[in-house]
């Protein structure tokens, strides 16, 4: 295509290019595709950087324009949001102090220091319709290139502490600021074109953050909001929002007795209670059962290790700053650590005898509790904790087996997805940040391998897949599945992951059939990730209606009267021997209020008993939210019970 000296190529991702003038703006070439689709584009992925749809374009660029529907547009769009409430804040509370206010999955959120005053909960709605004043009056994002000497004056003058901390870890030249009517921000952007797109807004709640995370430094306030486009679609957030309380699992690990914590056992330390207890060991049978099918060894390795095991396999340089601190033994200098990871300890039972390539592949599988240090504002139920269960396994084997063996584990955690109802998931392929190679470990032609081996993994099986940069483990990259809930949010949930650099650390070797020494490969994988989380993810997705096979209390036994309670036993004890576990109700209770309660415990099953079916042997049948079912006789309604569950777990 032939070109001027002030024109520049435009390429858009359908690969079609057009010319425009030097200077132009995505908003401007959105213009000219439509007026309709520059009313909507928040901002623009340019040359794969996301940018101000402002901002002027001088060279030959790839473009992508961004509007709500893109996951990049919303990100923008809470980002801008952000910088609003932040406006709205200073104008209501003048001489505050801001930290960082970044979007998150879900809206954004500012860490604020008031002062010597307390926002009060009831000051939101306030802050919110000063939101909206300023939204109406359609100010545009201006973005500055700024020195640091004068970004430092400037905030000098204004007396914030927090922009001057950031301040100090910024390179002159690449410092900007964006101002939208009287407030002013120090951010890299990009932001929306004005704030005129917010039209709806919500502050959701306020909590406390350390300044950086640290506890050593002073909390400030942090406001969550989320804001919308449209008044409709921030309606139906909060509706959802309202089914996402009932559906908590917290709320409903009490209700069903599932699990509790206790200050004198300490914060992030669940207790398990009898109920959650037999789920949990029903989710670890399930996966054992495949496991033994798939060739992998069970392994048992301790709750500590020596503080040398994790400065070999690199976890303590990474991570030992945030981890429960080293513990001393009477022995001078000797130091153990709870441990944070079970790859350490797997490669010690894999170098514990010599292996051959015909052994190769080795898988070893347990389910181990691991510590980590999360601060105490970060905790959260069961989706955050500093004591949780890995559903870990470690598979060595030769370099030409890794593709083979990494769809193998594919399959697995396919497999358990379809089994628990998650039918909402992306593939995460998780790479390297390339402009950051200091964070990981290892030789840039391993990773190049084991990056490789993930892409063309998730290709032959067809995987929905997306690609972040930055997102890999220290040690290699990672194929993560981000399942959504019932109500569309998104958890990371089943990890794989190659590894190239613990074998080379633990020295690990096989004699192949050239007999020379050789490395494994080490893959990682989880296809629970952390049975804490898990169980908390599936509480909610299914709002603690377990799969059949799953529920801690399959059937309750009902009888009308304690006349037909020896019989109500004798069913139990008869269903028992079926592996179907359920207990009686004796309560001197009306039977509509027996099923009512069973009905809130959202039992699968109620058994009814009574004069008729004692004398027939045989028993009457509800389900939980569908009703009466029948009358069974005890064989038919095993066989029924036993379909249900083999329905749902048929590969």
């Keep these: 295509m032939s070109q001027i000296e002030n024109e520049i190529n435009v390429t858009f991702p359908d690969r079609s290019v057009r010319v425009f003038e030097k200077g132009v703006t995505s908003l401007d070439i959105a213009l000219s595709i439509s007026e309709g689709l520059a009313r909507n584009v928040l901002a623009a992925?340019?040359?794969?950087?996301?940018?101000?749809?402002t901002r002027p374009i001088h060279k030959d660029v790839s473009i992508a324009l961004l509007t709500w529907n893109d996951k990049e547009g919303k990100s923008t769009f809470w980002h801008s949001s952000a910088h609003l409430l932040a406006e709205a804040l200073e104008a209501l509370y003048p001489g505050i102090k801001f930290g960082i206010g970044p979007p998150i999955e879900q809206g954004f959120y500012y860490d604020v220091d008031f002062g010597e005053r307390t926002l009060e909960g009831a000051e939101l709605e306030k802050i919110e319709a000063k939101m909206v004043e300023l939204a109406r009056q359609k100010n545009a994002y201006i973005r500055s290139e700024i020195s640091k000497q004068d970004a430092v004056e400037y905030y000098q003058k204004k007396g914030d502490e927090y922009k001057l901390d950031l301040l100090e870890r910024l390179e002159d030249g690449s410092i900007t600021f964006y101002k939208q009517g009287e407030f002013t921000d120090l951010c890299r952007g990009p932001h929306i074109p004005h704030t005129g797109f917010v039209k709806a807004v919500k502050l959701l709640n306020i909590a406390g953050a350390y300044w950086r995370g640290d506890e050593q430094n002073k909390m400030l306030t942090r406001i969550y909001g989320i804001t919308f486009p449209k008044a409709k679609e921030l309606k139906e957030y909060l509706e959802m929002l309202e089914e996402a309380k009932k559906r908590d699992h917290r709320k409903?690990?009490?209700?069903l007795e599932l699990f509790t914590f206790s200050e004198k056992v300490g914060m992030g330390l669940p207790l398990w209670l009898p109920k959650g207890t037999l789920l949990r060991e029903r989710l670890v049978s399930f996966l054992k059962k495949e496991q033994?099918?798939?060739g992998y060894q069970q392994v048992i390795t301790p709750h500590i290790g020596h503080k040398a095991l994790y400065e070999t396999s690199g976890h303590y340089e990474k991570y030992g700053k945030d981890s429960f601190q080293p513990i001393t033994t009477p022995h001078e200098g000797e130091e153990f650590l709870l441990k944070p990871m079970n790859c350490p300890h797997h490669c010690e039972i894999y170098k514990s005898k010599p292996r051959s390539y015909k052994d190769l592949p080795v898988r070893y599988a347990e389910f181990g509790t691991v510590y980590r240090y999360e601060q105490s504002g970060e905790l959260h139920g069961l989706t955050r904790v500093r004591g949780f269960t890995q559903d870990d396994a470690h598979i060595f084997c030769r370099q030409d087996q890794v593709k083979e063996e990494?769809?193998?584990?594919?399959?697995?955690?396919?497999?358990?997805f379809k089994a628990l109802g998650f039918e909402n998931y992306t593939a995460q392929i998780s790479l390297r940040d390339p402009e950051n190679g200091e964070k990981y470990i290892g030789e840039e032609a391993a990773w190049n391998k084991?990056?490789?081996a993930i892409i063309e993994?998730?290709?032959?099986?067809?995987?929905?897949?997306?690609?972040?940069?930055?997102?890999?483990?220290?040690?290699?990259?990672?194929?993560?599945?981000?399942v959504r809930d019932a109500l569309g949010r998104s958890w990371q949930l089943g990890t794989i992951q190659v590894d190239y650099q613990l074998p080379e650390r633990f020295e690990l070797e096989y004699t192949g059939s050239d007999n020379q020494k050789h490395r494994p490969v080490m893959i990682h994988r989880a296809p629970f990730g952390s049975l804490e989380r898990f169980v908390a993810v599936l509480i909610e997705h299914c709002a603690g209606n377990f799969p059949l096979w799953l529920a801690p209390e399959q059937l309750v036994i009902l009888p009308i009267s304690e006349k037909f309670a020896d019989y109500a036993e004798q069913v139990k004890l008869l269903l028992a021997d079926q592996g179907i576990t359920g207990e009686v109700d004796h309560r001197d209770e009306k039977i509509g209020r027996k099923i009512r309660d069973a009905e809130v415990k959202k039992?699968?099953?109620m058994v009814i008993v009574g004069e008729k079916e004692q004398e027939e042997n045989r028993i009457s049948l509800r389900k939980h939210g569908e009703g009466d079912k029948g009358s069974f006789k005890l064989e038919a309604f095993v066989e029924y019970f036993q379909g249900i569950i083999q329905e749902s777990l048929n590969k």
């Design 45 to 53: 992925k340019v040359d794969g950087e996301i940018w101000d749809a």
């Design 252 to 255: 409903l690990g009490r209700e």
């Design 292 to 294: 033994d099918h798939s």
């Design 406 to 416: 990494f769809i193998k584990v594919i399959d697995l955690v396919l497999y358990v």
């Design 450 to 452: 084991a990056e490789a």
């Design 457 to 482: 993994a998730a290709g032959e099986k067809g995987l929905q897949t997306v690609t972040e940069l930055g997102e890999a483990a220290f040690y290699g990259p990672k194929l993560d599945f981000m």
């Design 603 to 605: 039992i699968p099953f």
